[in-house]
Each structure stands twice: as structure tokens, then as C-alpha cells.
């Protein structure tokens, strides 16, 4: 199956090297580039891509206020993509917000190319982009600076069983399902099976949002 990608980014050299490099690709193919945020989501909204890749910093609309219409349409817009920031900056305040909007994760500029064709991988099979520790340290940071919330948030999780409750606690930390299965003793599929149910209980569309979602409920603790 090919995976369809737009990328989004004010730097013509930048989207240039990245469409080269991702359409060498036999599974993804490169259906679009736009210049700002205002145009990327005018572009998504007619080539229904599955992955978009959004720089942070554009002129006219920046990358947050484009995830945000992209994971939140407007009434009557059916089709969300996964969204794949692209930054810099390794902490950055708009990365941060990109993922409580619904981002499924970040990469670095600089990061090499094999980790720009993985990242798009990853994020296309539903999910998040997690593996780069810079990420958890950017959520964790934030955490710090926000006190977990004391009302819906926090509330929600009385809705999960107990075994739902672990699973996210570890889904938290980055633990992947074959490493949850290891520490709880179960199935892998069963793992797989909780973390959809936490997912559809907490309207989550994926382990970056899940995240976010166990920091700022006070679930899990920065440094823990």
C-alpha cells in the first residue's frame, strides 16, 4: 500500500530534498508541496494525503494553526491526516501544542534521511512518532510547567479498568506494545486490544496524544 504525502514548508530547497528523498520510495508517493500553512491545508483538503509533513515557523500561517484545521475540520470536511511536524528547534513551544492538538509526533530538521522515510512509515501505519527521546523530554518539560489538571482530564481516566490504567501509564513512558506485553504478562494482540480501548474511552487518536493526555491528567509524573 502507498502512503500519500504533502509537505508543507517555506524553505523550496528543503521541500525539494525531502520530496526527492521520499518519492525514491517504492511505498510513498509525493502528491503535493505548499509554501505556508494556508496553503497546506487548502492542498490536503484536495489531495487527501495520508501524511502531511508541517514545518513549525512559515510567514502567512504557521504549522500549529495548520494542524489544528487539518485535525479539527470544519463541519462537513471528513478526511484527517496524520500530521508529522517538521522543526529546528528540538523544545518549542508550538511543537508542544501541535501534539495536545492532535499531532502524531515531531522530527528534526537534521535528522538523517533514513529517520525521515521511518518517521513517515511509522506515522502512516497509525503510530506516533515517539522514539526520538527528544520528544518525551519536551512533553515532560512542559509538564513541569503546567500542574496536571484537576478536572476533566483527570476525571476521564476513572472511566478506564484498571488493566487500561497500567497500559496507558506505560504507553506514557514509551513503551512499546511488545515491551507493555513483556512487563504485564500478557498477548501482544491483547495489549494491542487495551490500547484501542484507552484510544476510543478517551477520544485519542494516537500514543503521542495518549501521552499528553496521561501528563496533564497527573497520571504519570515528569521524571518517573
Known amino acids: 500500500m502507498t502512503t500519500r504525502v504533502i509537505i508543507v514548508d517555506d524553505q523550496a530547497m528543503v521541500r525539494a ?27 490536503s483538503r484536495r489531495t487527501h494525503p495520508d501524511v502531511v509533513l508541517m514545518d513549525v515557523r512559515m510567514p502567512e500561517m504557521d504549522g500549529l494553526e495548520a494542524a489544528r484545521r487539518l485535525l479539527t475540520p470544519p463541519r462537513g470536511v471528513t478526511h484527517r491526516p496524520r500530521v508529522l511536524m517538521l522543526t529546528t ?19 528534526l530538521k537534521d535528522a538523517p534521511p533514513a529517520d525521515l522515510i521511518s518517521a513517515v512509515r511509522v ?23 503546567r ?8 476525571l476521564r481516566l476513572k472511566g478506564l479498568t484498571e488493566r487500561e490504567t497500567e497500559v ?7 513503551r512499546s506494545n511488545t515491551e507493555i506485553a513483556e512487563t504485564l504478562v500478557l498477548a501482544e494482540q491483547t495489549v494491542k486490544t487495551h490500547v484501542s480501548r484507552v484510544f476510543t474511552k478517551l477520544d485519542l487518536r494516537d500514543r503521542a496524544q495518549a501521552v499528553v493526555f496521561a501528563y496533564e491528567s497527573g497520571l504519570v509524573a515528569p521524571g518517573e
Not at 89 to 107: C, K, N, P, W
Open 17 to 43: 530534498g525531502f520530496a526527492a528523498l521520499l518519492a525514491a520510495q517504492t511505498d510513498i508517493d509525493v502528491v503535493g508541496e505548499a509554501p505556508d500553512g494556508a496553503q497546506g491545508v487548502e492542498l
Open 147 to 154: 500542574p496536571a489538571a484537576r478536572g476533566k482530564p483527570a
Open 168 to 174: 496507558l501509564t506505560l504507553v506514557a513512558r514509551g
Open 89 to 107: 528547534f528540538d523544545i518549542d513551544d508550538y511543537v508542544y501544542e501541535a501534539l495536545r492538538a492532535g499531532a502524531s509526533g515531531f522530527l
Open 123 to 145: 506515522v502512516a501505519s497509525g503510530d506516533a512518532l515517539l522514539a526520538p527521546s527528544v520528544t518525551r523530554r519536551l512533553i515532560a518539560d512542559f509538564a513541569r510547567q
